[in-house]
């Protein structure tokens, strides 16, 4: 089976630089997955992550080690407008190509 | 690219109706689609994956009968939610993707109330 761990909330100080970390187990890895979700809304695509090494987009990166079951999501420059729950999901061709998902980890951005 | 819109955003019914939402890929066809639902403070639960020109695929636990799907076209999914009762209440969300290996893109949700 499948198991994605998160953690459930972190809190960071405006301007900092933030690490959301992600362990997962499964059978048939085919890609990690970050998205954004805001209270009341729908999660939006963040990151993408298929081989080891770091993907980096402007204020957000993403790190995955296959060998480790691990990924993280790092924000710098952190705004006020990035306080929302962020979700690791993973992608598994054993299971049809679907999104497995964490629970999310409700990140509070203070000034 | 890769925009999925979905109607209505809200609805509001009384028990016992049935409700149709529905889930389009705007600038890409989509041979798969996916259905979520999501209650307060819990994340994405899958519910099923639509499948164009065949039969859905539920999630174990999820009644096949309560929750319709047709996935008639390559940009149209919709979810069915047949005899909605109080505890149906929740925010439906879909996605798609352009492809098996690119990554799902969400509809904006819409959130149903059954009084």
């Known amino acids: 089976g499948q198991n994605i761990d998160q953690p459930t909330e972190m809190t960071a100080t405006e301007g900092a630089i933030v690490q959301i970390n992600c362990t997962y187990q499964t059978s048939g890895f085919n890609g990690l997955f970050w998205y954004q979700q805001h209270a009341g809304e729908a999660p939006t695509f963040l990151s993408y992550?298929?081989?080891?090494g770091l993907e980096e987009k402007g204020r957000f990166s993403s790190f995955l080690s296959r060998s480790k079951g691990y990924s993280y999501l790092l924000l710098k420059e952190l705004q006020m407008k990035d306080s929302a729950s962020y979700l690791c999901?993973?992608?598994?061709?054993?299971?049809?190509?679907?999104?497995?998902f964490g629970q999310g980890t409700e990140l509070s951005v203070k000034p | 690219g890769a925009v999925v819109s979905q109607h209505p955003s809200w609805v509001i019914c009384k028990s016992g109706t049935s409700v149709k939402i529905e889930c389009r890929s705007l600038d890409f066809q989509a041979t798969t689609m996916f259905w979520y639902r999501q209650f307060p403070k819990q994340s994405l639960m899958l519910m099923a994956t639509?499948?164009?020109?065949?039969?859905?695929?539920?999630e174990q636990g999820v009644e096949k009968d309560k929750f319709l799907i047709n996935h008639a076209s390559l940009t149209l999914s919709t979810l069915t939610v047949t005899s909605a009762h109080p505890e149906d209440s929740s925010f439906y969300i879909c996605?798609?993707?352009?492809?098996?290996?690119?990554?799902?893109?969400f509809g904006d949700g819409t959130r149903l109330s059954i009084l």
């Open positions: 992550n298929v081989l080891d």
């Open positions: 639509s499948n164009e020109g065949s039969k859905a695929t539920y």
């Open positions: 996605s798609a993707g352009q492809g098996a290996e690119q990554p799902q893109h």
């Open positions: 999901a993973v992608r598994d061709y054993n299971q049809g190509g679907k999104l497995i």
